[in-house]
Structure formats: structure tokens, C-alpha cells
């Protein structure tokens, strides 16, 4: 076992791709897989599952992710310390982020950071807010954006911007009179088909919170589907398929220029919390401590 096969082994536990991984490193295909090949024979154990679309870790490979992990960021350490100046501030930090901060709030940081930092480099994976702080937990990413708040050991959340959820409808003159005679009432949305967020993710899980809230139970929605992709979501809603609830960032836009309407959701007070979150258990690299902090000040937050 070397370092080179464990950083191939991280680089596909991390893109879920030979393909990708060989990309990343300079290296072909047969190579990274001849890397994975030694390791699986010499520990006697499957690291990865296979199938068309993706590449998995197994639960040993899961187990030896951790450990390889930590030897790759060891390795950087000592590369940043004793490397010379050339690159000893250079690290490519990973971030996870679920739907919303990654495409509503994740940007003007970037632009923020790269502006400070032109040298440094980020990786974006996006993924639910469930899949976000597993990554977190693993060490398999330097931070994390998440709506929600799951509580896993080590991790730390620093909420930096309030999400108001909508319940969007098509433009339609059923909904307008709604709107125009019950504007401040939400029990119409229990006659409505809805069309829900995937599970894990933290839209969801907060809708079925702020409903609850406004005296509505979640179990008794028409839920006729869930989707993954909020694009798709809103344009279901605008061909008249059902009602959804999401973030006003999201549906702003159309919200805006007719194609949706907009209704709040009652005693949802200011909305939920976006965080920020990163493994506390684990030393952080400077570009990731310097990225944090940009956050920080983009957002205003003191703490």
C-alpha cells in the first residue's frame, strides 16, 4: 500500500468516477483502476460497489475512507509546512452544498473569495442537506451548506442567512381569488395536489415543520410526487400538475414575472436557517479557516 493508491482511492470515493479521478490526478483510467485493484487485493475486501451509472462505497471501503482521508490531509500538512512558499497557502478546498445556498447564496462568496484569493481552488458537490452532513461526519469534504440541522457527532453549524419557504401555485384565477379572499388561510393546499422535495432534503424536511406550525398536518397533503430538481418542480407548477412549497429565492424569479403565484406560509416567523457546517473533530486546512471567514463577512456574521 502507498499514498498513490490511496489518493486514487479517495479521488473515486470523492467523484464517484474512475473517470474523474484519473482526470484529477494526470493520470489514465487503467492506471486508477490498477491502483484500486492492488488495494482491494492487498486488503482482501470489495472498496467500491459498481453499477451503469455510478461508483459506491462499500462499507469497507467506507471504513478505509476515513483512514485514507486523514493520511491524504497529513500529507498536505506537511507539503504546506515544509513545501516552501510556492505552496504553502494553495489548497483545493471541498465543498458540499444542498440546492438552495449552492445556487442562490454560494456565489457572491465565490466571487468574494476569488477576488481575495485568485490562487486557491474549490470544488462544489451538490447534494441533499442529508447526504451534505453525512460528507461532513466522513471527512469527506472541508465545509458544508445545509438547510437543515441534523445532529451528528462533531459537527459544528453556523447559521448565516434566513430562508423563508413559499407555497407556489399556477397564475390561474382559482389561485388569484384565493389569494385576493384567503390570503392569510392555508387550509386550501389540503383539496391541492403537491408536489414535494426528494427526502433529505432540508425543504422538505422544513415545509413539513412550518405546516405543522400553521396547523396543517403533513400526512394528510396529496402528495402525488417528489422531485429532486426544483427546475422541474416549478415548471410542473406552471403546467398546472399541482401546488409545491420551496424557498421565495428560488421561485423570485417567476414569481416576479407572472408564471407562479406566491402565498406565505402563516406563523413561519422569519423563516429557516441556512448553515454552514464543518467536522470540528478534524484540524482545518488554512484555505478552508480563510473561506469560512469570507463567509462570515459576505453574510455579516459576527460569531
Known amino acids: 500500500m502507498n499514498l498513490k493508491q490511496l489518493e486514487a482511492f479517495v479521488q473515486v470515493a470523492e467523484g464517484g468516477s474512475f473517470s474523474k479521478a484519473a482526470k484529477e490526478l494526470f493520470l489514465t483510467q487503467p492506471t486508477i483502476s490498477a491502483h484500486i485493484s492492488s488495494l482491494e487485493k492487498e486488503l482482501n475486501v470489495r472498496l467500491f460497489v459498481r ?11 467506507k471504513d478505509l475512507y476515513r483512514y485514507a482521508r486523514q493520511m491524504i ?10 513545501g516552501g512558499e510556492e505552496g504553502a497557502d494553495k489548497h483545493c478546498i471541498t465543498i458540499a452544498a444542498s440546492t438552495i445556498p449552492a445556487q442562490y447564496l454560494l456565489p457572491k462568496v465565490l466571487m468574494r473569495f476569488n477576488e481575495r484569493y485568485p490562487d486557491e481552488q474549490i470544488k462544489i458537490l451538490e447534494t441533499d442537506s442529508a447526504k451534505v452532513v453525512m460528507q461532513i461526519v466522513d471527512h469527506m469534504v472541508d465545509v458544508g451548506f445545509t438547510g437543515t440541522v441534523l445532529e451528528k457527532k462533531h459537527c459544528k453549524y453556523i447559521p448565516f442567512y434566513k430562508d423563508e419557504l413559499v407555497i407556489i401555485t399556477p397564475n390561474t384565477e382559482k389561485y388569484r381569488r384565493i389569494k385576493r379572499e384567503h390570503p392569510d388561510d392555508v387550509d386550501w393546499i389540503l383539496e391541492e395536489h403537491v408536489i414535494m422535495r426528494e427526502e433529505g432534503s432540508g425543504t422538505r424536511k422544513e415545509a413539513k415543520k412550518q405546516l405543522k406550525q400553521a396547523g396543517i398536518n403533513p400526512s394528510d397533503l396529496d402528495v402525488i410526487a417528489s422531485i429532486e430538481n426544483q427546475e422541474t418542480i416549478k415548471k410542473s407548477v406552471r403546467q398546472g400538475m399541482g401546488i409545491s412549497i420551496l424557498s421565495k429565492l428560488a421561485t423570485e ?4 414575472e407572472g408564471y407562479v403565484l406566491s402565498f406565505p406560509i402563516p406563523k413561519s416567523d422569519q423563516g429557516r436557517d441556512i448553515n454552514l457546517v464543518y467536522n470540528k473533530n478534524y484540524q482545518m486546512s488554512r484555505s478552508a479557516e480563510r473561506f469560512i471567514k469570507v463567509v462570515k463577512e459576505v453574510y455579516e456574521i459576527k460569531k
Open 253 to 256: 424569479d417567476e414569481a416576479r
Open 51 to 61: 453499477n451503469t451509472k455510478e461508483v459506491s462505497l462499500s462499507n469497507d471501503g
Open 73 to 82: 490531509d497529513l500529507e498536505k500538512k506537511i507539503d504546506e509546512r515544509f
